[in-house]
């Protein structure tokens, strides 16, 4: 397989500042005619030939300035063709089958519409074109079609004539003014309605909104709405960001690979984070709706305006703009909640990739096949090394920075370190050691000693970058120590407070820091609103974080002692390190901070919930070197039972609390039906009878999807005639509600039921099941393989399972096939007996005659 390195980039040869594209649209024929207006690129090597990338596309006519030539050639998949002059017009004709693009890369039919998907490289399953980030052009784009079939014709920017022909046809002519690349490029015909609003920006240009979904789903589409609006004030105020087009349609699709893609003016969003109302959609839901809509709302300056020069560059538009949505979201709602989810996020994805075969730095240097690439890693991690110089900087000089960032950079392809120069330069501040971050992977470990002698306090930190995997002949043998910014605080252990935050930066293998006038050892809470993304070693006396867990003042500092607090304990428990009394005392701390928390009236409840999430097992796992699943899970499920025996009396008390209060989307009652679905999990563990009454009676006085799913989760997960009668209900109630239908298939293919790898192959068989839709399939099996106790199974049945799935599934969708390959990549990390046959389902995957690049990829990284 081929590897791209960055250190290969070159300059294009050609540049296309314009394109006219014209489609003959149906949904298995669309033909293709695209007319290029190439110019020597003076930056260029000079080259004669110009590379047109394609992706199983013939050209069935190819003229130069008007004429047909037959001079160009083929190499692989792209179009060679030798251009004398400094300008010329190209123009190719292709043909399209929409309706049998399974993969959703570029145009296809999703339920009689049609839309495209071109990012990374889906714009050359259309068109030949030069498909890199640095190719900007100004599109236009005529598109005719059967009226009755496509009667909502869309494309970028605006619609600047329209017609109708006497065959029942009709047609539109689409101009985007805004340069972009052709990954940016979105088309769409199909049988829509909207949702229409406006908004006025704050210079006065009147927008025009659209939410364009299928007909009867218009009533859903409310609270995208709602969060548009939000998104454009948001942009506005807190980065100086106004929108540059007079109309911007979102379109729902129930076909889609990924989330959802920022395409110019054309939002196309998969209906998850589209459609939502309370009946059918979760809190969660909601929250992911409002996050997406902003997120691909922001790239318009993050990715659009400012885009890519490469693909390695990838962070520059999507590590910022998850910054800039957790931020919004963070100013919507409860930034201290919203840092935990995020935090929560960051360690069940990032942390094992960053451990795992797979681990690359958020500016990688070579890929197979750029779809790997949209990684947690490249996401999360990106937007929490962004938020690292925000930091560093503080608030106004940052921002500053990304003032300049826009400035210099509008219109162009940019790197990561045009960024980086631009926050040096606008925030005041030296990132020279900095842009480690950017080079090096692995999550950087802090170790954390302490000593107390007359009255100073002294504080000593170790750091180490763990090494990495490197493939493609990129070693990093050594790394190198990196800047890590610290926010710590000193408490007073009798008044419960301390004299104000600081700021440390760690930038050396091992640094001392003193702090005079403490006659008596404060208690250290360091790494607050998890202000480094980084893994902190830290032996204390569980007092300490008792304490912590009660007194805090920083949210995510809280939570985390009282994630210790139960980590450290399970590490122990699991390791067979503690003996009965040891065991029995450690479980009685968790319960009395667990019980000061459930009567801490000064608590809000949703920020409540957070603090009685127990760590994930995948979290727990990553603390060992080599993980025993089961054990993990055992110990896990025993002290869940314990604390739901031992609080029983106060879980009935707050059930019966937040029962009480009435649905709607404030604050506290989100939180309300957060506490209310994590009261029965622990009931459910350790007075299970009482969980499956109370869990019947919520799902029937239901009237949100949050608490009927909650209470059906409890549900799948206990035995009994009710577990079947309710999933029954549930199905029937929303037969033919695609996305509570996946709900449908998630909750049980995630579930504690012991039988649930039964369930699971049965729900394959299930008619309500499709290979050919990515939220379906994801559904299913995605629980499956975040669900641990049926992921590890002993027997390697789950592993099987997921193996089964890669293999079918390549041939029709590889992207969403090989999302599945990092699962079973871990095996290094678990215990012999099941490393062995998690290697095996990878040897038995490699051992296809045809896999895609993408599967490919994977599966070497991961056996290698
Ligand atoms: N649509 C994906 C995202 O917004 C890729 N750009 O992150
Ligand atoms: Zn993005």
């Known amino acids: 397989p081929s590897v791209i390195r960055r250190e290969d980039y070159q300059p294009p040869a050609w540049l296309v500042p314009e394109i006219a594209l014209d489609f003959a649209l149906g949904l298995d024929a669309t033909h293709v005619t695209s007319k290029l207006s190439v110019r020597r690129n003076p930056d260029g090597n000079g080259s004669r030939t110009m590379r047109l990338n394609g992706d199983q596309l013939a050209p069935l006519a190819v003229r130069v300035d008007g004429q047909a030539v037959n001079d160009w050639r083929l190499d692989g998949p792209d179009l060679l063709l030798d251009l004398a002059g400094e300008a010329h017009e190209v123009e190719i004709e292709t043909q399209l089958n929409p309706a049998a693009n399974s993969q959703l890369m570029g145009l296809y039919a999703s339920h009689g519409m049609l839309c495209t998907q071109c990012e990374a490289e889906g714009f050359r399953r259309i068109a030949f074109f030069p498909d890199r980030p640095d190719v900007l052009s100004t ?278 370190e045009d960024f980086v120069r631009a926050i040096e330069d606008g925030a005041g501040l030296d990132l020279k050691q900095f842009r480690l971050w950017y080079s090096q992977s692995g999550t950087p470990q802090v170790t954390v000693t302490t000593q107390h002698s007359g009255d100073t306090f002294t504080l000593k930190l170790t750091q180490l970058v763990p090494p990495t995997p490197n493939h493609d002949g990129g070693a990093q043998p050594e790394k190198q120590p990196m800047p890590i910014p610290l926010k710590l605080a000193l408490f007073d252990r009798e008044t419960g407070t301390h004299r104000g935050e600081e700021l440390l930066v760690l930038d050396q293998a091992e640094q001392s820091f003193s702090f005079a006038g403490y006659a008596s050892a404060p208690v250290l809470s360091i790494n607050r609103g998890f202000s480094a993304p980084v893994a902190i070693d830290f032996e204390r006396p569980v007092e300490d974080l008792v304490f912590l867990a009660a007194h805090d003042d920083d949210a995510f500092a809280r939570y985390e002692a009282m994630q210790s607090l139960v980590v450290r304990h399970l590490i122990a428990a699991v390791s067979s390190n503690l003996a009965e009394e040891a065991r029995t005392a450690e479980r009685e701390a968790i319960v009395q901070a667990l019980r000061s ?39 896990r499920e025993a002290l869940k039972a314990w604390l739901g025996t031992k609080l029983r009396g106060d879980l009935e008390a707050l059930h019966d609390r937040v029962s009480a209060v009435p649905y709607s989307r404030d604050a506290a009652a989100r939180g309300a039906r957060k506490l209310k679905t994590q009261a029965l999990t622990y009931l459910a563990a350790g007075a299970p009878d009482e969980a499956r009454r109370r869990a019947i009676a919520q799902y029937c006085a239901a009237d949100n999807m949050t608490d009927r799913q909650g209470a059906l989760m409890v549900l799948a997960g206990l035995d009994g005639p009710e577990r079947g009668e309710a999933l029954a209900d549930f199905h029937g109630r929303y037969a033919g509600n695609a996305l509570v239908i996946d709900k449908w298939f998630s909750l049980q293919a995630g579930s504690l039921h012991p039988k649930v790898l039964e369930h699971a192959k049965a729900l394959a068989e299930h008619p309500d099941f499709t290979m050919n839709n990515p939220n379906r399939v994801r559904a299913l099996y995605m629980a499956l393989a975040v669900n641990p106790q049926a992921f590890h199974a002993p027997s390697g049945e789950g592993y099987r399972i997921i193996g089964d799935l890669i293999r079918r599934l390549d041939p029709i969708n590889p992207q969403t096939a090989a999302r599945f390959v990092p699962s079973l990549g871990r095996w290094r990390r678990i215990e012999p007996a099941r490393a062995a046959l998690m290697r095996a389902e990878l040897e038995r995957i490699a051992a296809e005659p045809s896999l895609s690049k993408d599967v490919l990829e994977q599966v070497t990284k991961s056996l290698g």
Request: charged share 25%; proline share 4%; hydrophobic share 40%.
């Open 597 to 635: 928390i459930l009567l801490d009236e000064a608590l809000d409840d949703l920020m409540r919930g957070e603090l009685l999430i127990l760590p994930a097992e995948g979290y727990l796992a990553e603390q060992f070197l080599v993980a025993d699943p089961s054990a993990i899970h055992a110990e």
């Open 139 to 416: 599109y236009r784009v005529r598109m005719s079609g059967d009226k009755a079939a496509f009667p909502i014709l869309l494309s970028n920017g605006n619609c600047e004539a329209t017609g109708e022909s006497a065959d029942g046809t009709h047609w539109a002519e689409w101009h985007d003014p805004w340069p972009k690349p052709c990954y940016l490029f979105a088309l769409v015909a199909g049988d829509l309605v909207a949702n229409h609003d406006s908004f006025t920006t704050r210079s006065g240009r009147e927008v025009e909104l659209n939410i364009w979904v299928r007909k009867g789903d218009e009533s859903r589409t409310q609270h995208a709405m709602d969060s548009l609006k939000r998104s454009f004030r948001w942009d506005e105020q807190a980065f100086g960001r106004e929108y540059d087009l007079d109309l911007f349609n979102i379109v729902a699709v129930s076909d889609f690979n990924m989330g959802a893609m920022e395409n110019k003016g054309l939002n196309v969003f998969n209906t998850r984070y589209v459609l939502a109302d309370p009946e059918t959609a979760t809190d969660s839901d909601y929250d992911a709706i409002e996050g997406v809509i902003g997120h691909e709302y922001f790239h318009n300056w993050s990715g659009n305006r400012v885009t890519c020069r490469d693909w390695f560059q990838l962070s520059l538009k999507e590590g910022f703009t998850v910054l800039r949505d957790q931020m919004f979201s963070a100013d919507m709602g409860s930034p201290a909640v919203k840092r935990i989810e995020d935090v929560r996020v960051l360690r069940a994805a990032q942390f094992p990739e960053d451990s795992g075969p797979l681990a690359h730095p958020i500016r990688p240097d070579s890929y197979q096949e750029i779809s790997n690439f949209y990684t947690a890693t490249i996401y999360n991690k990106g937007a929490e090394v962004i938020r690292m110089m925000r930091t560093m900087a503080g608030p106004e000089r940052f921002r500053a920075g990304t003032d300049l960032y826009f400035d210099r950079n509008d219109g162009t392809a940019a790197t990561c």
